[in-house]
């Protein structure tokens, strides 16, 4: 069978506050192979949804130096090393659910009652940063958003037909979100 085996220790070749890079060594059919794999902490994403409606924000992103459409969510570790503490525990999915519902009432004002979880999203075969999707429809109206030093977020809600085109229409430009979305509102239209 061909089938990837480690054969050693993964070493750090960069490490910062939210990123590093490791070198993982693997051995197949008699050949040694060498990975460098990007690390980062996971995020969470909330698909917010009241009658047929989706809560969407509006949010400057740095990177696009322009606006773009998202759904909340955020970081379930500040850094690295708290990540790292939690892989120990081997299931991140409590971090990530106690991160969405502070994200949620943080970027949105909402408090969410219940999350269900939808999705894990993988990066990539060379990037580990998971992101973790939730369905929340059982929330309630907080007074008001708590937005981080630089955050400028703007809640909207758009119909499901709205979302779809957004999608289609590089409106939401997180390309994982757009799959995630997109197999959430296929999934509605049943």
């Known amino acids: ?32 192979v060498v990975f460098e794999i990007a690390r980062r902490p996971p995020g969470t994403r909330l698909i917010i949804i009241k009658n047929k409606k989706m809560l969407l924000s509006k949010e400057f992103r740095v990177e696009l130096n322009d606006y773009d459409y ?10 690295l090393e708290e990540y790292k503490n ?15 519902k502070k994200e949620c009432s943080e970027e949105v004002g909402i408090i969410a009652n219940d999350l269900r979880h939808f999705q894990t999203a993988k990066a990539g075969a060379n990037v580990e940063w998971d992101l973790f999707y939730f369905i929340v429809d059982n929330f309630k109206k907080s007074k008001k958003q708590k937005l981080e030093t630089g955050e400028v977020i703007y809640p909207k809600w758009k ?32």
């Not at 089938?3 to 050949?31: A, C, D, H, M, Q």
């Not at 939690?86 to 969405?100: C, Y």
């Open 86 to 100: 939690a892989l120990s525990n081997k299931d991140i999915l409590p971090f990530a659910i106690k991160a969405a």
């Open 70 to 79: 998202r759904l909340p969510g955020g970081k379930v570790f500040n850094t």
């Open 159 to 190: 119909n499901f037909k709205e979302v779809k085109e957004m999608c289609l229409n590089n409106k939401i430009k997180e390309d994982r979100t757009v799959g995630v979305l997109l197999k959430f509102l296929l999934s509605k239209e049943k």
């Open 1 to 32: 069978m061909n089938k990837l085996i480690p054969t050693g220790k993964e070493v750090i070749i960069y490490k910062g506050s939210l990123f590093e890079i490791v070198r993982k060594t693997f051995k197949i059919r008699n050949k040694e």
